[in-house]
């Protein structure tokens, strides 16, 4: 099975921050990977798809970046509904894991 | 408007089965994949199985294999994940998704129904 690490597993940040999460696979995933924010007692929602593309309806200051084996999710200017977990997925091959989550938690 | 609803969640002892459903609407439920993942309590996300759009291709985590079964009917625009010999550790919410194509993603969820293993 592929691991995936995510790293910090939480930050704490101010409104207006830039903010940088990383994801790595244990082996090369091409470009497939994907990125997913929840909220407390809520439904995942999607948020990058294919490592770099912007799920429709998700703000601009979102973006992802990487391929093979590093990924990394940046928010540009955070807000103070971008307070959530975030989860990095591989669909590379079955099973398609996901990372331990990264929680992004107000300073 | 994409909806994904699912039901069926409950209570159940060790060893019990449970039959989940997901009513779909806002699209052609023939047209996708479709999948479950489950989050236990307090933890991180694990997807648990997907299934191709007439039926035919189905995947499963190892820890589910040979006590679950992903299937659909797309004429009732459901999908099912029946749930047998049932452990404590299978103790978690349950979410249906739209997508689990090998490469591709999921895009839609529904709200969870939650399943709890427990004597």
């Known amino acids: 099975d592929i691991q995936m690490t995510q790293s910090p597993s939480s930050l704490s940040a101010s409104v207006g921050d830039r903010v940088i999460i990383t994801c790595r696979a244990s082996?090369?995933?091409?470009?497939?990977l994907n990125w997913y924010q929840q909220k407390p007692g809520k439904a995942p929602n999607l948020l990058i798809y294919?490592?770099?593309t912007l799920q429709s309806g998700v703000p601009s200051r979102f973006s992802g970046s990487g391929s093979g084996a590093d990924f990394t999710l940046t928010i540009s200017s955070l807000q103070p509904e971008d307070f959530a977990t975030y989860f990095c997925?591989?669909?590379?091959?079955?099973?398609?894991?996901f990372g331990q989550g990264t929680k992004v938690e107000i300073k | 408007e994409v909806q994904l609803v699912e039901s069926g969640g409950g209570l159940v002892q060790p060893g019990g089965s449970l039959r989940l459903s997901c009513a779909a609407s806002g699209f052609t439920l023939s047209d996708y994949w479709m999948s479950w993942v489950r989050q236990a309590p307090g933890k991180g996300l694990e997807w648990v199985a997907s299934i191709n759009g007439d039926g035919s291709q189905k995947d499963y985590v190892d820890s589910v294999k040979g006590r679950f079964t992903i299937s659909r009917d797309n004429a009732k625009n459901s999908l099912y994940l029946q749930m047998d010999s049932l452990r404590v550790g299978d103790t978690a919410i349950y979410y249906c998704?739209?997508?689990?194509?090998?490469?591709?993603?999921?895009?839609?969820w529904g709200q969870g129904t939650l399943v709890t293993v427990s004597s």
């Open positions: 998704s739209r997508g689990g194509v090998i490469g591709g993603r999921l895009a839609n």
């Open positions: 082996q090369s995933i091409s470009g497939y």
């Open positions: 294919a490592a770099s």
């Open positions: 997925q591989q669909t590379y091959n079955t099973p398609r894991t």
